[in-house]
């Protein structure tokens, strides 16, 4: 593992109570619930688990425009290598073109990413590349459909998913 591609939206954050106000576009509104959005237990801590022993890039790829995402990095104090939001591509996932603009941003083969999203179609995207799919049901509003996307991981809880990280930085490549 190289990089890790996150969703944004209910993988890092828990948005739901503003997707109804996301999809009917009221951005001024979703700007200033911002803060009142949280990050999921333990997600603060991924880049320090990542970034500790070995240099593992992160990207963002999200179906939202970059000022929104943007400005979710920005109150959290994130550090992520590559954003790539609705704007950067033509086609969005389930087709697989958003995570191969964070792959090339990133410089890092495909197959070499690990891919982590709360819907079925991250699982999707992220398996027509070959990556390597990661179902997180912390937050999914779907789990049943996740799973039939077929991830190649699903975890429950940020924890387990740090714990995975950990074995995979720990084993030699």
Not at 11 to 19: A, F, G, K, R, V
Not at 86 to 96: G, N, Q, R, V
Not at 105 to 120: F, T
């Amino acid at each position: 593992m190289k990089a890790l591609i996150f969703d944004l939206d209910q993988t890092l954050i828990d948005s739901q109570h503003i997707e109804h106000l996301r999809r009917s576009r009221q951005w001024t509104i979703v700007y200033q619930k911002i803060p009142s959005r949280l990050a999921y237990d333990g997600v603060n801590e991924i880049p320090s688990i990542l970034r500790s022993d070995r240099d593992v890039k992160l990207a963002i790829v999200s179906s939202s425009p970059s000022s929104y995402v943007k400005r979710v990095v920005q109150h959290f104090g994130w550090s992520f290598d590559v954003i790539v939001c609705y704007h950067d591509t033509t086609k969005h996932k389930p087709h697989p073109e958003p995570l191969i603009e964070a792959a090339n941003r990133l410089k890092i083969d495909v197959r070499d990413c690990w891919a982590v999203g709360d819907d079925s179609k991250d699982i999707i995207a992220a398996k027509a590349l070959g990556m390597y799919a990661v179902a997180a049901r912390w937050g999914s509003l779907d789990k049943e459909s996740l799973k039939r996307a077929k991830p190649d991981a699903i975890f429950e809880t940020v924890a387990s998913f740090h714990k995975a990280i950990r074995e995979k930085l720990a084993t030699p490549s």
